[in-house]
């Protein structure tokens, strides 16, 4: 599940100089079991990557030296890894975690963080991705168990429409960092109305996006595992993790969205100078 966090790389971590040191707690322990600093050390990489095509598209001057160290310190993979720890650690609340320290913490469990941290890593690469879509819309429609089961672990975890929603939100943070520049003139109803415009693109992608990643990661798994995890995310225990688990990475990505619409709103305004 780790793996299907937003994926949406325009997105995490305002320029506050602060971090919180990693004590060893049972969320961050949890949050050890299941791969995050990993996938954060992704995401970080995917985030640089966006950040090239963002100075292409939007920064006047392009692809710079200044540009790069700006995209470099937004993406502080500490810090991103600090949100995502604190704000787990508050939605969790006082939620066991030790049925899902058994799972995780188990072979099956290493297997499954394994396979996703695989899966996101390899989807970097356009190809990869396109055949992984491929793959999924040629089981869409059919009587497929695999693909069974995966829609029974992804409606479980509300997935499209938790993913979706982090999206659009992270869009609008974007935005909004672009007008607190003042590279834009838009009042908070045009920007959800530019954000929601986009709800059905965007939902349709991300449906895509989940099926194809967690049918290529869970690919290699036993008959059974599938159904064994989606029974977890029944749990009391298993709905909180799956809560806090967007919740932390939601607030990572908004926090770097606004960062980075106040930063391309900087190079606008210089260039206008």
Known sequence: MIGTMLRTAATGVALIAWSVP?????????????????????????????????????????VTAGWIATVDRIYDED?????????????????????????????????????????????????????????????????????????????????????????????????????????????EADILTEVWSAEEETRADTREWVFAFLLMAYRPLEDGVVEDYTELSRTEAGRALNRALFAGFNKMYDDISYALGMAVARQMKVQEL
Request: aromatic share 8%; no cysteine; charged share 20%.
């Open 22 to 62: 990693a004590w060893a707690t049972p969320t961050n322990d949890l949050l050890n079991a299941l791969g995050v600093p990993q996938i954060v050390d992704i995401m970080r990489e995917e985030g640089v990557e966006y950040g090239e095509t963002l100075a292409t598209d939007m920064v006047p001057s392009g």
């Open 79 to 187: 810090r991103m890894l600090a949100t995502v720890q604190e704000v787990f650690a508050k939605e969790f609340g006082d939620a066991d975690t030790a049925p899902l320290l058994d799972f995780f913490g188990s072979q099956t469990g290493q297997q499954i963080v394994s396979l996703e941290l695989s899966a996101r890593n390899a989807m970097r690469e356009d190809e990869i991705e396109d055949a992984a879509r491929a793959a999924f819309l040629d089981l869409e429609g059919t009587d497929s168990a695999p693909l069974a089961a995966i829609t029974d672990f992804v409606e479980t975890n509300d997935l499209i429409e938790a993913n979706l929603v982090g999206a659009l939100n992270a869009n609008y943070m974007f935005y909004l960092g672009l007008v607190d520049g003042g590279a834009l003139n838009m009042s």
